[in-house]
Nanobody, 121 residues
Framework: QVQAVESGGGLVQPGGALRLSCAAS????????MAWYRQAPGKQRDLVAA???????NYADSVKGRFTISRDNVKKEVYLQMDSLKPEDTAVYYC???????????????WGQGTQVTVSS
């Protein structure tokens, strides 16, 4: 079973920074894309940033230039450095891993439970 556990959320003032981490564990053969999503109250869950196995990144327009996604393939971890935070960044942030547990199964998506990020003065 694959598990994804997020950490690093919290309360920060506008203009501040936070770094989220997500650690994958369990029986994992390989992880392709690792991504961060967020969901604000009453809104749908949206992609924030994604990174492929070879390091190609993709960002939502609203976070370009402020957020940076990175990964450590040895540790099976993905990170989201969030700078210049705005109140509209307030949401629950979720990690999603696209992983394969063995050669007989295709890649599947695994979600973490989420970590709250609140940007407020």
């Amino acid at each position: 079973q694959v598990q994804a556990v997020e950490s690093g959320g919290g309360l920060v003032q506008p203009g501040g920074a936070l770094r989220l981490s997500c650690a994958a564990s369990g029986s994992i053969l390989s992880i392709s894309t690792m991504a961060w999503y967020r969901q604000a109250p009453g809104k749908q869950r949206d992609l924030v940033a994604a990174i492929t196995l070879v390091g190609t990144t993709n960002y939502a327009d609203s976070v370009k230039g402020r957020f940076t996604i990175s990964r450590d393939n040895v540790k099976k971890e993905v990170y989201l450095q969030m700078d210049s935070l705005k109140p509209e960044d307030t949401a629950v942030y979720y990690c999603k891993l696209t992983a394969r547990v063995n050669i007989f199964r295709s890649f599947a998506d695994y979600w973490g439970q989420g970590t709250q990020v609140t940007v407020s003065s």
